[in-house]
């Protein structure tokens, strides 16, 4: 059968079994990954797999079932098996589910890609890890490491509705880390990220990002780490480099700011939030520079894509404007309940997992400032970039992170390196604190997303660029 027959008969299988709303997806995805260490190949996987999850909604619940197989036969089962799971469910009272109107839509839809990443050879690629990892360890880094990775999805969706969408998104990208062990000390330096940049885009993404040319000068900076300054315990001028400034959008906002652990269904893996739906639109969430959108449109971004998996199609919206809470992540359930008119942040991380509230891309605007202005205009502070380590409370409010890096900054002027940096603060307080950002955003992409349970892993973007933030707690107490 193809993509469409299965899922079409799977529908149809729910609503004869007594399902008043069903849809169902076949994804397709092909996976392949290489790392490498120390100028050698260290491992390459490469796998595919096919499937059908349906969803149907019975009153108050939903019921889900997955089958690995395409056979009319089998589709039909997984419709029967998830309209029986949601009338069980259903037996326990509550509320009925509505769902926010979503007009049918027969589409489709392919991310660009100017080269397909799993048609370049596989010499080709390790090559580019075995050259940059080689050049670290030339360089002095006792431990180089690099890595790629590729997904090639293609997705079938049919609603009871009317949706009849195919969707094929590419993404990849990749990154080095070069790691330096000295007396009671180990540093690391990675490029372009902690985890590399991803993108929905083809390899041209990796090869923009001139891993080799970048190896030399991140091994030379983590040695140099292992006997730079301890970053100073304190309050002071906190400058965030855009990587850095990416992660702390991911978790102090796109978390926050999903509906589903606003309104408590979502509470397991990544807990709830410190947002009240009754403050939407009023709540003073940071400065007046503070403008995020909730963006899956933007060309080449990891968490961007034509329809969402309820068949949505990908809308641009304000999160925060002008440092005022004025969206949310919805689905189309969620949605109805907090009295919005869209969902369009539903997503699967594959075709065996229920589809819930995921972040798109979920970042900045663009500021008036550059990184050199923002340098120049700070006394006193510090400079920190690459994320480290990250902890945050199960309300998204109170935060730690480590940066891999950072610089003291003297009336204008970046200077000594600093180890082990530290940075602490209140969400809310936090973001009010912005008073300069910088023009310079880079959408940058987190593949490696946690939430659910079962897990799932998502694809996320976060535009970002360097900004100031004033009074920051840096360092550790003593």
């Not at 996987?45 to 909604?57: F, H, K, P």
């Not at 730079?228 to 304190?234: Q, R």
């Not at 400034?245 to 991911?250: K, M, V």
Request: net charge negative; glycine share 12%.
């Amino acid at each position: 059968m193809t993509g469409f027959d299965a899922a079409t008969a799977a529908v149809q299988a729910a609503l004869d079994a007594g399902a008043r709303y069903a849809d169902a997806r076949v994804m397709h995805r092909r996976y392949e990954s290489m790392s490498a260490r120390n100028g050698d190949i260290e491992e390459l996987t490469q796998d595919e797999s096919i499937g059908l999850g349906v969803r149907a909604l019975v009153g108050s619940s939903w019921g889900f079932h997955a089958v690995p197989e395409l056979s009319d036969a089998a589709a039909r089962d997984a419709g029967r098996r998830a309209a029986a799971i949601a009338t069980a469910s259903a037996r326990v009272p509550g509320p009925p589910i509505d769902l926010v109107a979503v007009g049918a839509t027969v589409a489709s839809w392919a991310s660009a890609c100017d080269v397909d990443p799993l048609g370049v050879p596989l010499t080709d690629k390790g090559d580019l890890l075995v050259r940059a990892t080689a050049t670290m360890r030339e360089h002095g880094a006792d431990l180089a490491e690099g890595l790629y990775q590729i997904w090639d999805t293609t997705k079938w969706f049919v609603s009871s509705e009317g949706h009849r969408i195919d969707q094929r998104i590419r993404e990849c990208g990749g990154g080095i880390s070069a790691t330096s062990i000295g007396d009671g000390e180990t540093q690391r330096r990675s490029y372009p990220s902690y985890r590399g940049q991803y993108g929905t885009t083809g390899w041209e993404l990796v090869t923009s990002l001139d891993l080799a040319a970048h190896a030399a000068r991140i091994a030379e900076e983590s040695r140099e780490l292992l006997t730079a300054p301890e970053c100073p315990s304190g309050e002071t001028d906190l400058i965030l480099g855009g990587e850095q400034l990416a992660l702390q959008i991911h978790e102090s906002v796109g978390h926050a700011i999903e509906l589903d652990r606003i309104l408590g269904w979502e509470a397991a893996f990544a807990g709830t939030s410190w947002l009240d739906l009754s403050r939407l639109g009023t709540l003073r969430y940071g400065s007046e520079l503070m403008n995020i959108t909730i963006d899956p449109t933007i060309p080449g971004a990891l968490g961007s894509f034509g329809f969402d998996d309820e068949g949505s199609p990908a809308v641009r919206r304000d999160a925060v404007r002008e440092g005022r809470w004025v969206g949310v992540l919805a689905g189309r359930d969620s949605a109805v309940v907090a009295g919005l008119d869209h969902g369009g942040s539903v997503r699967a991380d594959g075709w065996a997992r229920l589809p819930m509230v995921r972040m798109t891309n979920v970042g900045l605007e663009p500021g008036p400032h550059t990184l050199d202005e923002i340098v120049a205009a700070t006394d006193d502070g510090v400079l920190m970039d690459i994320n480290r380590s990250w902890s945050i409370d199960d309300k998204r409010l109170n935060f730690q992170f480590g940066c891999e890096v950072g610089w003291e900054v003297k009336k204008g002027r970046r200077g000594r390196m600093l180890r082990n940096p530290t940075y602490t603060g209140i969400g809310p307080v936090f973001w009010r604190s912005m008073d300069m950002l910088s023009s310079e955003i880079v959408p940058w992409g987190t593949p490696n997303c946690g939430k659910g349970q079962p897990g799932q892993t998502g694809h996320t973007g976060h535009p970002a660029a360097p900004a100031r933030f004033r009074s920051v707690r840096v360092g550790v107490r003593a």
